[in-house]
């Protein structure tokens, strides 16, 4: 027997054998990019991948190292000190930035990063107006483009990663643990960093993982800062040396990365085992803070959120309304029609597989199944530059049989299949968290019902499952379709000609330093970015 029928001998009906194909299919789709890219590292390295070896690669690597620790430095005190001040403590306006503080996940860094060098830059409105009331010549004025303001910019982006797995471990444990340590004679200090800060370690770390995650994989925020990253590089491999195969083996090295730092996190929280009493996460007693601290703390939410979200869409408004009546046209609704088509499709496509591997492992969770489930939610760790290479080469491959066998341009690369799967693999863990959760809360006693009366398969999934799991697919569906909105790197290297969404509108004016010009498509995409905050307030579970 082979291992894909042993998953469902179980049924009687067999039925279960086409759900195992079929996650066994979609766990192949992911698989399938990630074998290409780090198959290139075995590859023969031609004339542009020694250029790059020479000349760029040195200069990459010490660029994404520093980017990456700023990043995990700046996440970490910003995330866990808001955290711990929302959760533990009492302070005017907690409320209020309770909620608040985790709206600039609505904002994608490039635009965060075009609003800062537009606002901070030598021509920006703050330099300007600062030269018109003091002189020509001011005195020191800190660089934005710089190391320093893309850490800074990265960091205001995805510090709420870490706030929100943060503040959960701080509600549901902190202030218990640090009532029991002050009872052990500990002062609130050294409960904090010897039982709470410990307690919370493996969500604090799960949040700095997925802001390195993002580090990683962005392109529009350190291509906006001319700041060289591995998603650059290899973007200028492919559309700039003409050399997919260079794009590759760079993707084989970032994927590389990629796998050290979920070693290092695996590392980390493997032997750590906390229980958390949900039930009791309101029943600790917020910590008093005086007057000096209260101010302190309502300064520094206010700061952050200010920084962070505040002064970004106010500016946007501004240029968009400075700007609207000569740009605004039709060319408009097309950028909106491609997004909105495009992030529908890629999110029915994504839910539709979640939904065949989290029924498929309800009906029949057997240990060879609960592999290829993990296997098919690997690819949100991929960058989407990676996904892009990987997608691409197999494509073009399979379009050279197609060519060779019918003596026809049959032509898949460069069209929206190669997108689509992209998204696929990239967003499918997105999906899966939502969707898992909702599946379990079902009990088992309504399948053997189900059943009873006859129910069974495809049958039962749409008529029992869906409409109790509506809550939590309704939550995937949204949580890809911002996504794919908002996400530049995988569209803007496999979109077919003429294919332009708002995120590429945003790249293109701002490659030309058209900051006003970009604040248009840049608000209706904070506007999408807003829903799935809308769902996390709704629902305090973590969605992501």
């Not at 498929?360 to 993990?374: Q, Y």
């Not at 332009?500 to 945003?506: E, G, K, N, P, Y």
Request: charged share 15%; proline share 4%; glycine share 6%.
């Amino acid at each position: 027997m082979t291992p894909l029928s042993s998953i469902t001998k179980a049924s009687p009906h067999r039925s279960v054998d086409r759900w195992g194909l079929a996650v066994f299919l979609i766990a192949a789709i992911v698989c399938i990019p990630l074998g290409v890219v780090l198959s290139s590292l075995f590859t023969v390295h031609d004339e542009v991948w020694t250029h790059l070896v020479e000349t760029t690669l040195s200069h990459v690597l010490i660029n994404t190292f520093f980017l990456t620790l700023g990043v995990a430095i700046g996440t970490s005190l910003i995330g866990v000190g808001l955290a711990w001040l929302t959760a533990a403590t009492d302070f005017p306006g907690r409320r209020f930035f309770d909620w608040a503080l985790m709206l600039p996940m609505a904002i994608p860094s490039y635009v965060t990063a075009f609003v800062a060098i537009g606002l901070l830059d030598f021509t920006g409105s703050i330099q300007t107006m600062l030269r018109a009331a003091f002189g020509k010549h001011l005195p020191w004025f800190p660089e934005i483009r710089s190391t320093g303001g893309v850490i800074l910019v990265m960091t205001l982006t995805l510090y709420p990663y870490v706030y929100l797995l943060a503040r959960n471990a701080f509600l549901s444990q902190g202030r218990l643990a640090l009532e029991a340590a002050q009872s052990l004679g500990h002062g609130r200090w050294s409960g904090f960093f010897r039982v709470a800060l410990p307690m919370a370690r493996p969500w604090i770390v799960g949040g700095v993982m997925l802001a390195l995650m993002e580090t990683l994989s962005d392109f529009g925020a350190v291509s906006i800062f001319n700041y060289d990253t591995f998603a650059t590089a290899i973007y200028q491999a492919w559309f700039g040396f003409f050399s997919i195969s260079a794009a590759s083996q760079l993707a084989s090295l970032l994927v590389l990365l990629v796998f050290v730092l979920l070693l290092i996190e695996q590392r980390v929280t493997a032997r750590v085992r906390y229980t958390t009493d949900v039930r009791g996460a309101d029943h600790g007693i917020r910590i008093k803070l005086g007057s000096v601290h209260q101010g302190l703390a309502l300064s520094f939410a206010s700061l952050v959120f200010s920084i962070a979200f505040l002064i970004p869409v106010l500016q946007l408004l501004i240029w968009s309304y400075a700007i609207v009546k000569e740009d605004l046209d039709l060319r408009y609704l097309g950028y909106l029609g491609h997004s909105l088509s495009l992030a529908a499709m890629a999110a029915l496509l994504t839910v539709s597989a979640v939904l065949v591997l989290v029924y498929a492992k309800r009906l029949h969770n057997t240990a060879v199944l609960r592999w290829l489930v993990r296997f098919a939610t690997l690819g949100y760790a991929l960058p989407g530059s990676v996904l892009a290479v990987g997608v691409f080469i197999p494509l073009a491959w399979f379009d050279n049989q197609l060519i060779t066998l019918f003596k026809s341009p049959v032509i898949l690369k460069g069209t929206l299949l190669a997108m689509l799967l992209a998204y696929l693999v990239r967003f499918l863990t997105v999906a899966h968290n939502p969707a898992e959760s909702a599946i379990k809360r079902i009990s088992q006693h309504i399948d053997e019902s189900a059943r009873n009366l006859g129910c069974s398969g495809v049958d039962m999934l749409r008529r029992v499952h869906l409409p109790m799991m509506k809550g939590g697919v309704l939550t995937a569906f949204v949580l890809v379709f911002v996504d794919v909105m908002k996400e530049m790197p995988i569209t803007l290297m496999t979109r077919p000609f003429g294919w332009d969404t708002l995120a590429i509108r945003i790249y293109e004016m701002t490659s030309e330093g058209e900051w006003e010009r970009a604040a248009l498509p840049a608000i209706a995409i904070v506007l999408a970015g807003l829903l799935p905050i809308f769902f996390l307030m709704r629902d305090p579970e973590k969605k992501f």
